[in-house]
């Protein structure tokens, strides 16, 4: 079974809203014995010591509005929206209570109660989760406009001319947080169909993100090169749509199945049928953890439960999918670099996946690979948590700069867009010159003969 | 009834006085299955002024207090009770000074005991009890459970390194009870009143404990067994070859279809049970010592003996064996984790036991332990909706105790008595030996404000 496979599936609901945390099924919240092995790893815990803010006092609070005897109120809403999502919980806990099913169902419930509901945040979320994150041609328009803006000296003379100031507060916070946006995006850089230049040994589906496409679409043409460097045909369906992890997340269940459902069409339609491929590829941590959940995501959709169950079971991170074939070691001397790795929590806590991109990096000619303390502590990025807790994750982004500052390493690589957006604001703050890599970006410009790498 | 969360905000920081229903219920339980309660305030202490002034103040309006560390208990001991004050040390946590010259260390009670463990370790000291939530559990709560460990055996259990201590009596008054001197025979041991008193007694709000020499070399096996017997005949035969390891850990089949399950080091799921084995101190003694338990292991018919290559080979075996308990949650809905315990003499016999009783009640039993210190967890595997099972359930416990008791054992050797063992005390202990405990609980705590209804009425 997979590992992500629903512990006990849910009874097939015709309608199109089974996520309750009311009608989940009573093991799945009796898995929690509350014996406190989760409380060590979780983020919030360690900051304030206060057992709400616990993975264990979420589970009794959600269980607690499941028996009835808590209502969903604004200060439930809030704690479902304080945890950070990092799953670091699942990791430790022996009992293997699935954690990520019902905090998802419970902040499903909040958004249908519309518990935590203002004006503002109502707009917020109606433009992002509904309105850019749903329309793949409306978030690259935006992501041109940020490029001019970037590129064209704009922001240069904005900055100079103090015009920030300008902006409100919390939008002005959020300032150093903007991704640098990439010149081209993935479909001018990647052709639908790219094969190796032998005989293909496996054939597969390439997943470009959304956020991963406009800020670091250089890494899916690294992550193609890789591919392609080990022998595989890569098909990439244009115009792709975001998986859907930030509305699943985000209590916007129904859009997150809208948003499967769109991602196995147009990989259907490229790849003529699921079944003619031998994996479908993601190269963003976040989304992957997600994107192996569609089985349960779709599992009452009579048309799609199938072939979400197919897709589940196709898909499969870089790291991973590299590992099990066996991936080309590099040839040539290489540069001497001292490389550290930061574990996204959707890949490692999510997916379980941690030796994979050590054992790609240790590959690489003259790259020596030091351990970065806490390396799975989350770094705050969290989804969209540094934009709605600012606070909280600041306090994980300095705790994280200070363990890479630890290791001496010039580079941290790690497997997330997410991630990578966190730890360069990070850096420009700290003004100090780590670079923040994929470790597929490290292993192309490896294959490449240590050339590659300029975006 | 007075308003105890206004009367509190007066007393430490508005914030640290939590009173929302989400707060409450977030304190309701502790690691203990099917006990619950909900407090009516909770403080976060930071201070023994604080603490003193709570205690003053519940005191004075006759209202319960009930400790509580990280919450980990395995016997409900810091569960609320009716319109309680729960009063959490988790933000009490720092160490006050590490002695390397008298090896001791000086903590406040919330400081938890993985960090205590680590310090010791980074000046080449040990800090032995172990017990299986040491990643979270405070300090403050091992001593009041006095809590015992992996190394039981060898290293004895948290008294045997409590040096002193700070405790609020029930009327707030401030004590410091012990020293660092190895000898102290001035008057009544008192801090030894202390340890194991399920804070009923007094809050402990700083201990000094003792440190000791970290052995030199360590080696753990796992021994494989295709009979129950055979594991337990060869904990007998090692103790009776006076050798006394660290470490004689076993699990009994589903115990390490769970752990294994979770942990995935490649445990035998074939075996009926497996022997966790760990020897420490001089490299020399410990070569020999290894040598003779792999032997005996054979002897004994174990199918395989397999020796930890690498040190973080033993840590993974020791951590799998720890997360036993809440992996044995896997199986089903309610784990009800019982801590029955014998002589050493008698393991086989209880063990089998367990055995018979789980078939007699047509009930699922997970057993695991310590081995070597007669420490078993037979582990029900249950459903509490379920209430016809619930009532074999309870039959079984008290069948479980009763044998433990009648072969010279007792019915709780590490997890103390709170509320989950109340009803077999007077069983365990007579009426003399329990009436005095209720005197000393009566001189020390009059008014009954600290964890009242725990241990007993």
Redesign the interface.
Known sequence: MHPHAPKTPLPPSPGAKPFYLKDLD??VL????????C??TCPTYDAT????H?PR?RI??MR?VAEG??DL?E??GD?MYFCLGCLACETA????VDYTRMFEEARADIERAGILNTEKRNWIRSIMLRGVFTRPWLLRLIGRMLRIYQASGMEWLVKKLGLLRLLPKNLRELEPLTPRVERDFSDALIAEVETPKDAARKRVGMLTGCVQDLTYSSVNRDTVDVLLANGCEVITPRMQHCCGSLHGHNGEVDTARDMARRNIDAMERSAGSLDDLDAIITNAGGCGSHLKHYDHLLHDDPRYAARARKWTAKVKDVHEFLSAIGTVKPTGVGTEQVVTYHESCHLCHGQKITKQPRELLKLIPGLKLVELPESSWCCGSAGVYNITQPEMSAKLLDRKMANIAKTGAKCVANGNPGCSVQLEAGVRTAGSDVEIVHPITLLARAYRGGQGGEK | MPNLTADLTALLEPARV?H????L???????T?ALSGVPAVVV?VKTVEEVAAIVKYAAANRVPVVGRG???GLSGGSVPSMGCIIL?T??M?KVIELDEKNLTVLVESGC?T?KVSDLADSVGLLYPPDPG?M???TIGGNVAENSGGLRGLKYGITRDYVMGMEVVLADGTVVWLGNKCVKDVAGYSMKDIFIGSEGTLGIITKVLLKLVPKPAAKKTMLATFARMDCASDTVSAIIAAKIIPCTLEFLDKITIK??E???KIGLPLDAEAILLMETDGHPAAVEDQAAQMVEIAKRCGATSVQVAQTAEESVRLASARR?????L??VS???ILEDATVPRSELSKMIRYIQDVGARHNLRIGTFGHMGDGNLHPTFLTD??NAAEMTRVELAMQEIFDFAISLGGTITGEHGVGLAKKPFLRRALGNASLDLMKLLKKSLDPLGILNPGKIFD
């Open positions: 009573f093991g009796a898995q929690c014995i509350h014996c406190g092995l409380l060590p010591k206060l057992e709400k616990s006092g009794q609070l607690n005897r808590l109120t200060a439930f704690e806990c022996p009992a293997g | 939590l929302s229903r989400e707060d219920l977030a304190y309701g339980y502790d690691g299955a976060m990280s919450g980990t959490c988790a933000q946590d938890i993985q939530s990643k979270i559990s769970c752990v399950d979770f942990a997360s036993a308990f809440s992996a949650a896997r809905p309610t784990t509490e909706k």
